[in-house]
């Protein structure tokens, strides 16, 4: 069919993949740390107490006092690429797209900072994408990561005239594929230690007590993924949640305490990885890496490593491409 000579400029249809990430700094300079900070901290699915209590608190003492100390961590993980997490997230989505061709258009957003959610959904309905996957990065449900990426696209979604169709990659804490592509990574980390560990930590992202109270399955899902994980290396796991902030009661136990704990027992060898990040950060990178070998080798350990998270690394991808294929079903061709 001819178009009128005077209509609109119309994109062939194409296939869209967000990758969603929880989100960087544009910088690590103090300035840059603050505006991230006050975004991400002002999420109400992130603190869930109500703005007339926290913004007072988050204004005048959390971003008066936590840019600086914050700024000094991200400093000491920067890369010439920026951001860690920036740099890797967007290497998946490089590697994804190779992966399934011109029809399908693959990009990345973080949550908080940029490339913001709406511009880069905007940007896919702008170059001919009806049908989207939003793609959250999180094995793990939890309303503060999981459902907090997908309020954003929704939000731009309301504002749009003509909205493309839209799915949602669901958890995939139990997928086979995911345990699969964890087990490879974890057991080629382990082959390139000079040492045997003592005992082997997963630590996952905290949360407060009391998401677990009001029903949230994020705890049973980092469990239920270490039980599986270990099922598949064959050796048992130590579980723990790290990154606790505020006063309030956090998921336990803490990967900080628990580093301590090990070496006070006699376990002096320790390796330690993060099966519930996609991609490693400034969590990862500075609090595990540097901080919990100061705290385990403080306390008397003597061999410590860290393992990557997946990345961009080929069993990562390749355990993407597996999900994502999943849930285009009916919109490609089968591989």
Known sequence: MNLPPDHPPVE??????????????????????RRYLKEFLSDRRVVEIPPIAWQPILRG??????????????????????????????????AL????????????AMRYGRPAIAERLQAMKDAGCDRVLLAPLYPQYCAATTA????????????????????TLPPYHDDPAYIAALAE????????LDFAPDALVASFHGMPQRTLELGDPYHCHCQKTARLLGEALGRELVVAFQSRFGPAKWLGPATDETLVELAKAGKHRVAIFAPGFSADCLETLEELAIRGRESFEEAGGTHFAYLPCLNAEAPGIAMLETLIRRELAGWIDPA
């Open 185 to 192: 990574s974890v057991r080629t980390g382990l082959a390139a």
């Open 97 to 108: 797209e190779v992966r399934f061709g011109p029809k399908v258009l693959v990009d990345w």
């Open 12 to 33: 062939r249809p194409r296939i869209g993949v967000l990758l969603v990430n929880l989100g960087t700094p544009d910088g690590h300079d103090v300035a840059s740390v």
């Open 148 to 167: 907090t990426a997908n309020d954003k696209a929704f939000a731009h979604l309301a504002t749009m005239r003509w909205q493309p169709a839209i799915r």
């Open 61 to 94: 003492i959390v971003l008066n006092t936590r840019p600086r100390k914050s700024a000094e961590a991200y400093e000491q993980v920067w890369t010439p690429d920026g951001s860690p997490l920036a740099a890797i997230t967007r290497a998946q989505s490089r």
